[in-house]
Structure formats: structure tokens, C-alpha cells
């Protein structure tokens, strides 16, 4: 029998190891962008904390048999950000190095936007923003149909929130009671041409999820321990889904990337790469 | 045909656990028995089409057999993207059925009529696009599409349709069926179509022109070992969908016809035209208005075959 990798308690003693974790991919992140020429860089870091919380914490899903039928889900909605779930999987253990290395370039099964099954630990092909809390609604009401104690994870864009398809799933897995399903938005207010509470009327965001039914937290983003903690919880007693509104940082751990718009689509030059590697104190 | 489709999905589902069906909001007492027998395998997903349509890929990617049912306008160009990438891309296998075929709900004007479904859907790839002719086509059409790995759209009519098969014929997607006999020229048709095609074949008999009928419910993938035979054997084929001329049935067929390396026997398309249908009124009147009911289109055959005839003769 296979060991299902979970690590739950581990969080308040291993923050560090976490941390630093996330720091790699951090730096993992900005090579790739350099290298294959891939822009949304300022997206990805921004939700690479969540990922971590996410992969150490709560997903229960086996290393060596990532798509075993009884693992957790998870959706990287926010399919622009897809380098981020790559390296999350790399650093985790899941895919190779030399896999990831490929990200990007011609002929390599990692394109800038996941394609479906081209890596192990990819439930969809995102990249549409609109359609992971459907989809993860769907696996979860499936889940629920056939026995199994899989949990459902979909990482959002606050950007995604604009789609009225969210707010369809939003309905849907409220009146479900689906207690199996939480959406974490990477709520970095910003999206790709301006921030995401002045293009469309997104705020408040986090009450706007508790009318629609939702069991509602608010929390710093880039707090591994916090966000872990609220995972926790997942499925909730109460019935309902679980909303994560993760405060965050577009370009989150690069300083001058932090909050800079620009980075959406701006690729690092070389003397980018090497000036975030030593902040990421990878050097 | 839907009361044939609410009764198939319970038979099916009671052999198959993994069978799961999700509605628009639609179907009011319609599937009282499938929502009794399997509670928890019904899901009314309101009036969101979208997301019911991406989250029946996310059953299907889990394992399960979703079948998504509502009016044909709303489950597919309401869902395009959804369908195309969450369904298509992905190639998971959830059956799309669609109520209200071409001009089945003409009294509720455009905005529910679908004379545009069968090109958009079978444009997506892997999607295999299925219009059965009667009712018992229905049921089996429903029992095929939950049988392939792939996806299936399933365009039906409403309800009341006359029964055209006595017998369930051997029915299998893309494998046409062959319901009358005659060698003059063919009638292929497709959906609600058929049988008003039948009906065509009688006018014509008293011409002394003698149709094959042939129900061709698959549209994608399109039955090549049939056109070739009705091609090489009529001076005329003659396509029926209620549906428009534009890519659907007749589209299909004139692509293949432009593919073969010989030129084929004369193509002619009946279909609704490229507009919108602005009147009130019944299905019957919208078929007659645009040359749908058996009349207008015998006379049309008639005129085609015989110009046909006369240039057989001059060449």
C-alpha cells in the first residue's frame, strides 16, 4: 500500500522549512520567466504561499501516485499563474527538474498555460478564467456521490471574480451544502490593466462571498502558518463551503516587483534574475 | 422525445451508477421518477448554464457520467466556452442534450429556436454531434453516447413527434440508417426532420420518383460508407435538417462532396435560411414559411432532379 503523504501538524514547527520552500520557488519562478520568455511573473508570485499551504498542509495526495483516485483536488484557476503550480509540483516532489526545465520552450509538455494531463498533479486546463470553481464543484459533487473523502482546493484571481461563472459555482455549491470545497482568492488587487476594485465593483469581496453563503475567512496570504490553520477547518461542520480571501502582494517576495503592475507582463532581464535570486537569499 | 429521453436516463442509471443528471431548471415533473429513484444523482443547477456545464466536466473528469439536459440554445452557444474547454479540451465524456431541436419551440421566437447548434458543436474537437429522427433513436442514441469515452451532443425535438422505427434498428453513432428504400433519389436527413422526409418519399412516389430515405442522426462523425453510396447510386441527394443550410448537415455533406477526387451526384440543401424567423405561431406554420413542410420540399426535389435528369442527357 501506498503512503499517503500528509503533513498536518507539521506547520507551526516546520514553518521555516516552509518558508524557505517558497523562497525556492520564488527563485524558480523568476528563471523561468526569464528563460522562457513567460510573462504573469507578478501573478505567480503572488499566490506562491497559498501553494505551499496548499501542498505541505492540506492536500492529501501521494507523491508517488498523484493521481490516485482517492486523492484531494486542487484547480489553479487562475491558469495564468500555471509556472507557479508547476514549481510548486517540482519543489514538492511531484514532477522532475528536468521536466520543469522544459517550461515554456518548443515542444515541451509544460506550456505557459496548462494543457490537460500535462503534468501529474494537473486536474484541468486553466488559463479561461471562470471555470476552476465549477470544475472543482463538479469533482467535489462527485466525491460526494461515489463515497470518497477527497477535498476540493481552487486557487482564484480576484481579476477571475468578474466572471459571472464564479458566482454561478458560488451559488451552486452553497445550495449543495458542498462542506468539501474551498476557493482561495489571491486577492493582490490587481488585475491585468488596472486594480480589481476600480474595474469592476469587487469590494467587498469578502462579504460579497458570505451573502452568496459562504463560510468566509479573511486572511494575510503570505502567512503559511495562518492560511494552514484555516485549512484546517476544511470540510467545515457547518455545511458550507469555505471562502479564503487571501490578502496578498502581486510580485511578492521580489522588491521591485512588489505591487508593480508592470509585472504582469514584463519579463526579468538577466540582471533581474540575479538581483531577485540574492534578495531571495538564493545567490 | 423527451418523454422517450426522461425514461431512458432512469433505465440507464439504475444499471449504472455513475450515471448523474443535471438540468437547467427545466423539465417541471419530467424527472419526478429519476429524482425519486436517485436523489442523490440529480442535480437542478438552476438557471446557470455555464457552470452546470463545467461542473459536468468535473464530474466526468472524477469518473462519473454526467448528462446535462435543458433547451438547446442554452446548452450550447449560452455554454460555447464551456463546453469547448472544459468538456472538449479536457475530452471528457459528458452527453449534452439538448431539448427543443431547430424550431420545436417556434411560438418563443429566436432567442429559442436553434437552427445554429449542430455547426457550432461539431466545429469542437472530439465532440461527436447526434440528432436522433424519433423517439425510440432517442433512447438509443442516449444509450450509445453513455457507452463512448468521448463527448456526445444529443439534439432531440419536444414531444409527440411521430414514431418512425417499429423495431429498435441497429443503432450506432456514425452508422447512418437506411429507412425506406428507392433508387431515384436520396433523402438524407437528419433530427426532427424524418418524418417529414418520409413524407417527401410518398409525394414523390406519386411522380413516379422513387427516394431512399435515410436517417442520417449522426452529423459528426459524418458516415462516409453511406454518402459514398448514395452518391454513386442517386442523380440527386437531397439533405433535410431543420436547421440552417449553413454548416450543419448540408454543410457537412457539400465538404465531403468537395473532397472527393470524381465529381458526385447533384447536392440539394433544405434547411432554414440564414435569418432569423421573427413570427409568432406554431412549429408547423415557422416549417412552412421557410419551405420546411413535406410540399414545398417534394416540389423542390421534383424541380432538382428533373434539371438533374436533363443534364444527364445533354452530356
Known amino acids: ?283 | 422525445m423527451r418523454n422517450a429521453f426522461a425514461q431512458e436516463i432512469s433505465r440507464l442509471a439504475a444499471g449504472d451508477p455513475r450515471v448523474v443528471l443535471l438540468s437547467g431548471d427545466i423539465g417541471n415533473r419530467l424527472f419526478d421518477p429519476f429524482k425519486n429513484d436517485f436523489a442523490d444523482r440529480f442535480f437542478n443547477c438552476g438557471v446557470a448554464e455555464a457552470n452546470m456545464m463545467s461542473v459536468a466536466a468535473g464530474m466526468a473528469s472524477s469518473g462519473l457520467r454526467p448528462v446535462v439536459y435543458t433547451i438547446v440554445p442554452f446548452v450550447t452557444t449560452r455554454c460555447l466556452e464551456q463546453i469547448r474547454v472544459d468538456v472538449c479540451y479536457h475530452n471528457v465524456p459528458v452527453v449534452i442534450v439538448g431539448v427543443g431541436g431547430g424550431l420545436s419551440y417556434a411560438g418563443l421566437g429566436a432567442t429559442h429556436h436553434s437552427c445554429e447548434d449542430i455547426a457550432l458543436l461539431r466545429m469542437l474537437p472530439g465532440m461527436n454531434v447526434v440528432c436522433p429522427g424519433d423517439a425510440v433513436e432517442t433512447r438509443l442514441a442516449l444509450r450509445e453516447a453513455l457507452s463512448q469515452s468521448s463527448p456526445t451532443y444529443i439534439r432531440i425535438g419536444k414531444k409527440g413527434e411521430p414514431i418512425v422505427h417499429e423495431h429498435d434498428p441497429d443503432f450506432r453513432i456514425g452508422r447512418a440508417i437506411v429507412v425506406r428504400e428507392g433508387a431515384d433519389v436520396a433523402l438524407v436527413s437528419t433530427g426532427n426532420m424524418l418524418p417529414t422526409a418520409l413524407d417527401v418519399a410518398e409525394a414523390l412516389d406519386e411522380k413516379n420518383v422513387h427516394a431512399r430515405v435515410v436517417s442520417m442522426h449522426t452529423v459528426k462523425p459524418i458516415d462516409e460508407q453511406t454518402l459514398a453510396e448514395v452518391f454513386t447510386q442517386s442523380a440527386l441527394v437531397v439533405s433535410i435538417e431543420e436547421h440552417s443550410i449553413l454548416g450543419g448537415l448540408g454543410g457537412t455533406i457539400a465538404e465531403w462532396c468537395s473532397d472527393q477526387a470524381e465529381p458526385t451526384a447533384q447536392l440539394l440543401r433544405i434547411g432554414t435560411p440564414d435569418e432569423f424567423f421573427h413570427q409568432g405561431g406554431s412549429q408547423v406554420y415557422a416549417r412552412q414559411q421557410l419551405g420546411l413542410d413535406a410540399d414545398s420540399i417534394a416540389t423542390r426535389v421534383l424541380e432538382s432532379f428533373r434539371s438533374a435528369g436533363s443534364k444527364r442527357n445533354n452530356s
Open chain 1, 1 to 283: 500500500m501506498s503512503t499517503i503523504v500528509f503533513m498536518a501538524k507539521r506547520s507551526t514547527t516546520d514553518v521555516k522549512t516552509l518558508e524557505a520552500a517558497a523562497r525556492r520557488i520564488r527563485g524558480r519562478l523568476v528563471r523561468m520567466s526569464h528563460e522562457a520568455g513567460a510573462p504573469h511573473l507578478g501573478s505567480a508570485l503572488s499566490c506562491v504561499d497559498l501553494l505551499v499551504a496548499l501542498y505541505w498542509n492540506f492536500l492529501k495526495i501521494d507523491v508517488e501516485k498523484p493521481m490516485a483516485l482517492e486523492r484531494d483536488r486542487f484547480i489553479l484557476s487562475k491558469g495564468h499563474a500555471a509556472a507557479a503550480l508547476y514549481a510548486t509540483l517540482a519543489e514538492r516532489g511531484v514532477i522532475r527538474d528536468e521536466l520543469l526545465r522544459t517550461y515554456g520552450q518548443d515542444g515541451s509538455s509544460l506550456p505557459e498555460q496548462m494543457s490537460p494531463g500535462c503534468a501529474p498533479g494537473v486536474e484541468a486546463a486553466t488559463g479561461s478564467l471562470g471555470h476552476g470553481l465549477s470544475l472543482g464543484l463538479g469533482m467535489a459533487l462527485a466525491a460526494r456521490i461515489e463515497g470518497r473523502p477527497s477535498r476540493v482546493a481552487v486557487v482564484l484571481s480576484d481579476g477571475e471574480c468578474n466572471e459571472g461563472s464564479v458566482w454561478e459555482a458560488a451559488m451552486l455549491a452553497a445550495a449543495q451544502n458542498v462542506e468539501r470545497l474551498v476557493a482561495i482568492v489571491d486577492y493582490n488587487r490587481w488585475q491585468a490593466t488596472g486594480r480589481s476594485n476600480d474595474v469592476l465593483a469587487l469590494a467587498p469581496l469578502a462579504d460579497k462571498w458570505r451573502a452568496f453563503g459562504w463560510d468566509v475567512h479573511e486572511v494575510n496570504g503570505h502567512d503559511i502558518s495562518a492560511v494552514s490553520e484555516i485549512l484546517r477547518r476544511v470540510p467545515t461542520s457547518t455545511g458550507n463551503p469555505t471562502a479564503v480571501i487571501a490578502e496578498t502582494t502581486k510580485g511578492r517576495g521580489v522588491s521591485f516587483m512588489e505591487d508593480d503592475n508592470n509585472w504582469h507582463y514584463r519579463i526579468p532581464n538577466a540582471e533581474e534574475v540575479e538581483a531577485a535570486t540574492r534578495e531571495l537569499g538564493l545567490a
